[in-house]
């Protein structure tokens, strides 16, 4: 199958059945073996959830009916081969006839002359996308540019622009392995161009490679993680020795960084999703690393865990993950607007139930990868205001002392969007 059909796939994986793109891209991508059709499958569908309202609309106005049941793969299938008119190089003549042969081979014959029929005409009045209203002109829908307008009277627009950049690849250096400056050093001899971040481990890569090609990848030497996710171990700063707790641990980045900091710690890395927990196991033995790794739930602690009480947790909550939306575009569509509240209520019952097995004077670290207050500053109000014994400790890096929290916006310092709230326990 070609490349178009594939992609039109996992478009509409994504659109018609909820699939994240992280799980529809491979599976389609498993069918091609060359590494360029690799590439041009996964910059076809992330481009195409970038700009997905306009590149619709454009497909909508060209159709005298919508296609409806099974046909609607025709449809992502039209998206595709717009996409590659507006947002690539390849001729036009190729992205047609490319995309009509997608057609026959997703077994619709019968559609073939519509979809270059489309395309043709598409391609000869090459009228520019439509920004008519907010959504097709920042490709973002109502209900988020709204909740953002709101929190972010002044930096909205900012921060949608930086969400639609396409981010830089991260690496956090292995400190058990070798000293950043080392590693830096090994990355400069393979001509590989790249930076020392804010954080201790951090290395920003002037342009993504593929992990392979970095120095002794496969024996654990570093690990790709952004820099704002990178905050998190050092901020909960792990003692050897100590009792810690990762409650929703996985794919394990944080759990195997806060092993390389402190490899002494016993750690126990907890996560509800059996399945994403497989990862966690993967990056310890990679890493060489040791953790429990348990499956459970981190709002009901007792069903799994007959020990003492926790030094320290790290609570990196389920969210709406707006702050990553420049590395995973298709959370846009798939995030609803109600979805933040019911976020909001699971992640203040798994917070105050975490708070129940921390010892007196440990610290908690509430972490997400989410721009939205009633995630975080407003959540974390919300717990000092009902928690007596807890107390908030500034970052250093915050803005202001005052601050509720640190709030990285995307595209800061070259940094995702994440937020940090660091707890401690009266004694
Ligand atoms: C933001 S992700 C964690 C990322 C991880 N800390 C890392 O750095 O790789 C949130 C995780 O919370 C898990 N989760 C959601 N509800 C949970 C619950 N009640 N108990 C434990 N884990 C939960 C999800 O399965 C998901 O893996």
């Given at each position: 199958?070609?490349?178009?059909?594939?992609?039109?796939?996992?478009?509409?994986?994504?659109?018609?059945?909820?699939?994240?793109?992280?799980?529809?891209?491979?599976?389609?991508?498993?069918?091609?073996?060359?590494?360029?059709?690799?590439?041009?499958?996964?910059?076809?569908?992330?481009?195409?959830?970038?700009?997905?309202?306009?590149?619709?609309?454009?497909?909508?106005d060209c159709l005298s009916k919508p296609f409806k049941g099974k046909q609607r793969i025709i449809h992502q299938l039209l998206i595709v081969g717009c996409y590659q008119l507006y947002f690539t190089?390849?001729?036009?003549?190729?992205?047609?006839?490319?995309?009509?042969?997608?057609?026959?081979?997703?077994?619709?014959?019968?559609?073939?002359?519509?979809?270059?029929?489309?395309?043709?005409?598409i391609e000869r009045k090459k009228a520019p996308l439509c920004d008519s209203v907010d959504t097709l002109k920042y490709n973002t829908p109502a209900w988020f540019i709204k909740r953002l307008q709101q929190a972010y009277p002044t930096q909205w627009q900012q921060i949608i622009e930086q969400s639609h950049q396409r981010p830089p690849m991260w690496l956090r250096n292995n400190q058990q392995q070798q000293t950043r400056e080392n590693f830096l050093a090994k990355l400069s001899a393979e001509?590989?161009?790249?930076?020392?971040?804010?954080?201790?481990?951090a290395i920003?890569?002037?342009?993504?490679?593929?992990?392979?090609?970095?120095?002794?990848?496969?024996?654990?030497?570093?690990?790709?993680q952004d820099g704002a996710a990178q905050w998190a171990a050092s901020l909960l700063a792990p003692q050897n020795g100590e009792v810690v707790l990762d409650a929703c641990a996985a794919p394990g980045g944080k759990t195997c960084h806060l092993l390389e900091i402190a490899p002494e710690v016993q750690l126990t890395a907890v996560d509800f999703d059996e399945k994403r927990l497989e990862r966690v196991q993967q990056n310890l033995d990679r890493l060489k690393l040791k953790a429990q790794v348990i499956h459970g739930d981190a709002a009901d602690i007792p069903s799994?865990?007959?020990?003492?009480?926790?030094?320290?947790?790290?609570?990196?909550?389920?969210?709406?993950?707006?702050?990553?939306?420049r590395?995973?575009?298709?959370?846009?569509?798939?995030?609803?607007?109600?979805?933040?509240?019911?976020?909001?209520?699971?992640?203040?019952?798994?917070?105050?139930?975490?708070?129940?097995?921390?010892?007196?004077?440990?610290?908690?670290?509430?972490?997400?990868?989410?721009?939205l207050p009633q995630e975080n500053r407003d959540q974390v109000s919300a717990f000092l205001a009902s928690t007596p014994d807890a107390k908030l400790v500034a970052i250093e890096q915050q803005p202001e002392a005052e601050d509720i929290g640190w709030q990285i916006l995307p595209g800061q310092d070259d940094m995702d969007g994440f937020y940090y709230a660091r707890l401690v326990k009266a004694i």
């Open positions: 199958m070609n490349v178009r059909a594939l992609a039109a796939k996992a478009v509409f994986d994504v659109l018609e059945r909820g699939i994240s793109l992280s799980v529809a891209l491979p599976e389609q991508q498993q069918h091609v073996e060359n590494g360029k059709d690799k590439a041009l499958l996964a910059e076809i569908c992330y481009g195409i959830m970038r700009h997905l309202p306009q590149l619709d609309k454009c497909v909508s190089r390849i001729p036009a003549h190729a992205a047609v006839s490319e995309t009509a042969e997608a057609c026959r081979q997703l077994k619709f014959n019968g559609l073939v002359k519509v979809v270059n029929g489309v395309l043709r005409n001509s590989i161009d790249a930076q020392s971040g804010a954080g201790e481990d920003l890569l002037a342009k993504p490679t593929d992990v392979n090609a970095l120095p002794d990848f496969a024996s654990g030497s570093v690990s790709v799994w865990w007959q020990g003492d009480k926790f030094d320290r947790i790290l609570l990196d909550a389920p969210c709406s993950a707006t702050g990553v939306i590395r995973h575009p298709d959370i846009k569509w798939l995030r609803k607007n109600q979805d933040i509240e019911e976020l909001a209520a699971l992640q203040q019952q798994i917070l105050q139930h975490c708070w129940q097995w921390l010892k007196p004077g440990g610290t908690l670290l509430y972490a997400t990868c989410s721009i």
